[in-house]
């Protein structure tokens, strides 16, 4: 069964920076491409990043252009989000999911259980 | 950048109920939509993908229908199970995505 587990959330002040990780299980990482997504309390889902699995290339959304970094570690099936700079807009639930294409249509399944980062002094 | 709207905001319903939420594309996108349902607490839940396509393991009383710029989430004979948020999710822009504001499904 394909599988994704966030970590690396938690409190921050702002200014400060996090890394989240995503472990997947049950399918090889370096076949698919890989976006994070956020939720912040009680509102709608947001996509904030992605990157391809053919050459690493990546994508962010404007509200966290030059703060967040997109990576992966194909050996560990790892995926993750370095996170600078951060303000009380970036609480939010963070969920990873994986890119399923069956060309030209594409849709996100599975994501993961989400790790809640919170802002605040 | 591409707007998606989606209504209700929130509805009340039955057991038993047929529910229809719409979303609305502030550009024409095909068939490239695709439809999430959340329950409190947990990860969204893929249900239909491409406009129209029943993911495998979704109860066939989901159906999605649509193209263009208007869509629509069916729900025939609404179970307990299902009061949820749904979220529609247009995938023209691949790979800059966008998700409607969300309709939540409440019990009347």
């Known amino acids: 069964e394909t599988h994704l587990v966030e970590s690396g959330g938690g409190l921050v002040q702002p200014g400060g920076s996090l890394r989240l990780s995503c472990a997947a299980s049950g399918f090889t990482l370096g076949d698919y491409a890989m976006s994070w997504v956020r939720q912040a309390p009680g509102k709608g889902l947001e996509w904030i990043s992605y990157?391809?699995?053919?050459?690493?290339?990546?994508y962010y959304a404007d509200s966290v252009k030059g703060r967040f970094t997109i990576s992966r570690d194909n050996a560990k099936n790892s995926l993750y989000l370095q996170m600078n700079s951060l303000g009380a807009e970036d609480t939010a639930v963070y969920y990873c999911?994986?890119?399923?294409?069956?060309?030209?249509?594409?849709?996100?399944?599975?994501w993961g259980q989400g790790t809640l980062v919170t802002v605040s002094s | 950048d591409i707007q998606m709207t989606q209504s209700p905001s929130s509805l009340s319903a039955s057991v038993g109920d047929r529910v229809t939420i719409t979303c609305r594309a502030s550009q024409t996108i095909g068939s490239y939509l695709n439809w999430y349902q959340q329950k409190p607490g947990e990860a969204p839940k893929l249900l239909i993908y491409?406009?129209?396509s029943l993911q495998s393991g979704v109860p066939s009383r989901f159906s999605g229908s649509g193209s263009g710029t208007d869509f629509a989430l069916n729900i025939n004979s609404l179970q307990p199970e299902d009061f949820a948020t749904y979220y529609c999710?247009?995938?023209?822009?691949?790979?800059?995505?966008?998700f409607g504001q969300g309709t939540k499904v409440e019990i009347k």
């Open positions: 999911a994986r890119e399923v294409a069956t060309i030209p249509q594409n849709w996100f399944d599975p």
């Open positions: 999710q247009q995938s023209y822009t691949t790979p800059m995505w966008t």
């Open positions: 491409a406009a129209s």
């Open positions: 990157i391809s699995h053919i050459d690493s290339t990546t």
